[in-house]
């Protein structure tokens, strides 16, 4: 399998043991910033034996050594990367907009059925959430760097904006309630289990075809172990749509039970 296929970051143990004598923050830092590029795992994993190696017998610290790692990463990174950042499988990009797609239908037309509604009325807080949750989606598929990067670099702030973006979806499902249509709770229901079954399908026929994979850091002479990281990612759409169906199930008991 070809390197150049696969994506993924891997975990911070994976590659800190290749460099035991440098900082760890400076090696996630390093890391980081040559993932951004597009730098593959087994490139990255010869540049960390290298500032091991020169760390380990100089005695001097890799800031010094080497100076700020960001900045270290740029240099160290091959002109034209093997990978791209943005570049995601395309039919994997689909799968996912379907699965989310179903999820957030199949939950609606649930939490509709448990409140003894036989259609579903699609409110203008629908809509919102919908449009935010595709644009979050489409960021995230099309131009990853971005949120990755501002995450990496101002972690407390974009904590902050994922969880002002969380109050503003849940906010629109509360206080936009105008209904601007309705449809059948049945045919929602078999429409979102149809869009999750084919996005679930998509996302298990990329992964077993290899364009779905960890990139795992190894080091010189080293073989990637088996990882199991993308065939995970596959059940979330559908573990997530029953754990949401069970939330809204045990939230419509509650009233009763007192």
Request: glycine fraction near 10%; avoid cysteine.
């Amino acid at each position: 399998m070809n390197l150049s296929d696969r994506t993924g970051f891997g975990s911070v143990d994976t590659y800190t043991r290749l460099a035991p004598s440098v900082e760890r923050d400076w090696i996630e830092q390093f890391v980081l910033e040559q993932r951004l590029l597009g730098v593959p795992g087994s490139r990255i994993g010869d540049s960390l034996v290298v500032v091991e190696s020169h760390v380990s017998e100089s005695g001097e610290s890799a800031l010094a050594a080497f100076g700020e790692p960001r900045a270290y990463a740029a240099e160290d990174a091959p002109e034209q990367p093997q990978q791209s950042p943005q570049r995601i499988d395309r039919e994997w990009g689909i799968a996912l907009v379907l699965g989310l797609f179903g999820m957030l239908l199949t939950t609606f037309s649930a939490q509709a059925a448990f409140a003894g509604e036989s259609a579903l009325a699609v409110t203008v807080g629908h809509l919102v959430l919908l449009a935010i949750a595709s644009g979050a989606l489409a960021l995230l598929l099309f131009a990853s760097h971005v949120p990755l990067r501002m995450i990496a670099q101002h972690p407390v702030r974009s904590w902050i904006g994922w969880m002002a973006l969380l109050i503003v979806m849940v906010g629109a499902l509360l206080l936009l309630p105008q209904q601007i249509g309705e449809v059948s709770v049945w045919i929602a229901s078999a429409i979102g289990v149809v869009l999750l079954a084919a996005g679930f399908l998509l996302q298990m026929r990329a992964y077993l075809g290899g364009r779905v994979q960890d990139d795992p850091i190894v080091g010189p002479g080293e073989q990637p172990e088996s990882a199991s990281a993308g065939l995970v990612t596959v059940f979330v759409f559908p573990l997530a749509t029953v754990v949401m169906i069970g939330f809204s199930w045990l939230l419509q008991q509650i009233p009763g039970m007192f």
